[in-house]
């Protein structure tokens, strides 16, 4: 029997937008706990769901039993060559570390458990110690700066240098320590001074930015025309990533006015948006998790045109 998941954020909203039905194939392509393939499974849609995490098996024993779920351990930027082009009627990506993953001190990932200094979804590849131990200076400073929005990238660093010259991190709580020391100390502030270095390591080791471009362009391959793509982001850099992408699959990009005229020649629109903007959680979420505060729900319309070239 699996373990009772968790409500994913914007759950609703995700739902309208891909409007499943009896007879079609949704892609969950981040299953973490299964909530989404449980609320689509409820409609009498068939769900492949994808998680690169192998601990993430043990919430889906009871989905499998419907006959009409499978669970693939791989990222979701393989669901294209995974199912074929032009194979589903709907995409759903939940983006960023799961809850389970966050409550598990033995992963790594949070700051507020100890645990060792992983960090990483799958099972393979470098960890987070492996960065901050072995990686350059200034590679760092950038990681911290590029991926964690981290204002004193470079003092950081520098603790983090010179304390690993004596002996490696190998822990959570001793790195956020020091990224602690390196701010001063807390100084009041709501939000731990770890959290965006956390952030930019998790994203670091997880390439997390490069999994959701491929995943975005994986997921128009995937879809059948009118199959409708819904993706939740918490944070800023992946939210803009989002909004570009289906900013140029609309045929909006470069659309600075109104009264302008329209852009000739280029690919055919292959996604048509759901709404402008993107959807935020109402109070009532907010005030129940906390978590969903920075959510933001991007969602559109798979056109019969054809998917894009991939830039070289």
Known sequence: MSESPHVPVLMAEVLEALAPRAGQTIVDGTFGAGGYSRAILATGASVVAFDRDPTAARFAADLTATGRFRLVEATFSQMAETLGEASADGVALDLGVSSMQLDEAERGFSFMRDGPLDMRMGADGPTAADLVNEGEPGDLARIFRDYGEEREARRVVSFIVRRRAERPFERTLDLAEVVERAHGGRRGAKVHPATKVFQALRIAVNDELGELEAGLAAAERTLKAGGRLAVVTFHSLEDRIVKSFLTARA??????????????????????????????????????????RSAKLRAAVRTEAPAWRLAA
């Open 251 to 292: 045929g909006r990009e470069g659309a600075g006015s109104r009264h302008a005229p329209p852009k000739v020649g280029g690919p055919q629109p292959s996604f048509q948006l759901l709404h402008n903007g993107a959807r935020a959680p109402g109070e009532a979420e907010v005030a129940a998790n906390p978590r969903a």
